[in-house]
């Protein structure tokens, strides 16, 4: 099975908009997935300025999944769906 | 404060900033409640949309700059916006609450709760020593009249039946300056604040606001004068990349130049390693710091007594504000901050001319579509040390009058991470007394816990702040020696 890969991004949109909470997932992933998952940091995805979303951030991308306004609950959330 | 609530503190200041670049201001500003909040949208968090916008609004007033407390809801954000722009002074009053996000918190009590077993021994009556307790119907009852909020029945119930309701606001403050009162509203008492900023972390209805000075910022960057961004110590480890390239940014986003405040810290520690060894050779027993702008508003307020052991030494942002109106006496001086007692600081300062704290250059980042990892680093003009970057944690202003001194044994520095009660209390102790703990002859007061990276303005988290910081810092020269 192909890895799942989690892009936390780390640009200043979603950084200044509670980003900053998420690095916790750089811990929590490999403990809890191992090497099943694929956790990164990323500069900006370009989600934010697509229509000017700034509001729907921080978000991270589980594959090609966007997460908006991205918690670690949620992040975790779509990657336990994914690994079914 | 709850997740949610700085979002949307965040969001609208966004919004402001881009109501103010756009070509109306007032309308713009006007329509924030409705783009947020828009006709058919499903209500998160209030019982219905009307109400939602009307505590936009009210959230919106405070980022413009106004008082919350004083809207007789017959004004429009539009005139609001209009009134910012036409202002030339501001508000020195920098908290206002909403007191419509107070209705969802009761006040502060000491309550019996179901689980009260109307047992025999009824420790609860003999522990209380203000004869608040009765028993009525076998159960106890407290008479909130006489009851002072002691604790002391909360303790003794063996069933853990009795609790104390808290409320945030109130319980965060160290010196009694917020209450709710008979109606039920928090208010602030001006008079006991110390702008510590703990109770607009603490409210989980994000109630309390900073007033925003944003307006007028970006009124003096849109006029022909100079601004110039003073970025506190403690920003290292507040955004994602590193602080030459934030100087870049800063400049994007309008500024025409940037000063790191470490490097009136270099001045702070020098100084204050000067007069430390001054005032040992007079035979003082201890000095504290003098740098914290909460601190300084606890000294002033609720502790004279300290007074003739606190350092007379300036703090970081004095000097360099110094700095920079020697070199342009015509700028506008702005002060990156991450909390809100410096803006208390800056009204005793007539080379600060704004605040502007790290939620809000923050904003002005997004607004503008700012990528600061995208940015040239930009180099400053000095380069501050190792230590004077480290003022912006627990521990670091200490160690930087330590190791300004000759002798770097000659000092026993302890520290006061964070102003509470029982942390005031000791340094009362300290004031009365005359002399410190272990032979302490230094003391570091930091109001917030952590220090400045536990400012109530903050964006990341203590620990990786402070980790960025050290990288910064670990590659910066050392202080020089007295
Ligand atoms: S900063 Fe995250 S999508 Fe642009």
């Known amino acids: 099975m192909a890895k799942v890969e989690v892009k936390v991004c780390l640009g200043t949109t979603c950084f200044v908009m509670g980003g900053n909470n998420l690095q916790e997932l750089n811990d929590i992933i490999p403990q809890k997935y191992g090497d099943k998952v694929e956790v990164m940091g990323s500069n900006c995805l370009g989600l934010c300025s697509i229509n000017w979303e700034y509001s729907k951030a921080p978000y991270v991308k589980v594959d090609d999944e966007v997460v908006t306004e991205a918690t670690v609950e949620k992040v975790l959330e779509v990657i336990d769906k994914k690994l079914g | ?482």
Request: hydrophobic share 35%.
């Open chain 2, 1 to 482: 404060m709850a997740g949610q609530a700085i979002h949307l503190k965040k969001e609208i200041l966004v919004r402001i900033i881009k109501a103010f670049l756009s070509d109306n201001f007032e309308e713009q500003t006007r329509l924030i409640p409705f783009a947020m909040r828009p006709k058919g949208m499903e209500v998160p968090y209030r019982c219905c949309i009307y109400k939602e916008r009307a505590i936009i609004k009210d959230r919106t007033i405070a980022g413009l700059g106004f008082p919350i407390e004083e809207d007789d809801e017959t004004v429009s954000l539009g005139t609001y916006a209009k009134r910012a722009l036409e202002r030339t002074e501001i508000d020195d009053k920098n908290l206002t609450v909403l007191q419509a996000a107070c209705k969802g918190c009761a006040t502060n009590r000491i309550y019996v709760t179901d689980l009260c077993q109307g047992c025999v021994a009824r420790p609860c009556t003999t522990a209380c020593k203000f004869g608040a307790v009765s028993i009525v119907n076998g159960k106890s009852v407290i008479d909130d009249e006489k009851c002072k909020k002691c604790k002391m029945c909360v303790n003794a119930c063996p069933y853990n039946a009795i609790v104390k309701i808290t409320v945030p606001c109130e319980d965060s403050c160290p010196v009694g300056a917020i209450k709710k009162d008979e109606t039920g509203f928090a208010s602030i008492d001006y008079t006991k604040c110390i702008n510590c900023g703990r109770c607009t972390a603490a409210c989980p209805f994000g109630a309390v606001h900073e007033k925003s000075q944003i307006i007028d910022i970006l009124k003096a960057i849109k006029s022909e004068k100079k601004v110039i961004a003073m970025i506190a110590p403690s920003i290292a480890g507040q955004f994602p990349g590193n602080i030459y390239q934030l100087k870049s940014a800063i400049i994007k986003a309008g500024f025409d130049d940037v000063y790191e405040v470490a490097q009136g810290a270099d001045i702070t520690a020098t100084n204050e390693a000067k007069e430390f060894v001054e005032r040992m050779e007079k035979g003082d027993s201890f000095m504290t710091t003098s740098c914290c702008a909460g601190y300084n508003q606890l000294i002033k307020k609720h502790l004279p007594e300290i007074k003739p052991f606190v350092s007379d030494t300036k703090t970081p942002m004095y000097y360099t504000a110094e700095l920079v109106k020697k070199e342009f006496p015509e700028a506008v001086a702005v002060f990156v901050s991450p909390c809100v007692a410096k803006r208390a600081e800056s009204f005793e300062n007539k080379n600060v001319d704004y605040v502007m704290n790290y939620e809000e250059l923050g904003a002005l980042f997004i607004a503008k579509q700012i990528q600061i990892m995208d940015c040239e680093p930009a180099k400053y003009a000095v380069e501050s040390s190792k230590q004077a970057r480290n003022f912006g944690f627990t521990g670091g202003v200490a160690d930087s009058v330590k190791s300004a001194l000759n002798d770097e044994e000659s000092i026993k520095p302890c520290i006061i991470n964070g102003l509470n009660k029982d942390s005031i209390r000791q340094l009362k102790k300290y004031a009365t007394s005359g002399t410190c703990e272990d032979g302490c002859n230094m003391v570091e007061v930091m109001c917030c816990e952590g220090g400045c990276i536990g400012g109530n303005a903050t964006i990341n988290n203590q620990k990786t702040a402070k980790k960025l910081i050290e990288q910064l810092s670990n590659e910066s020269k050392d202080i020089e020696k007295i």
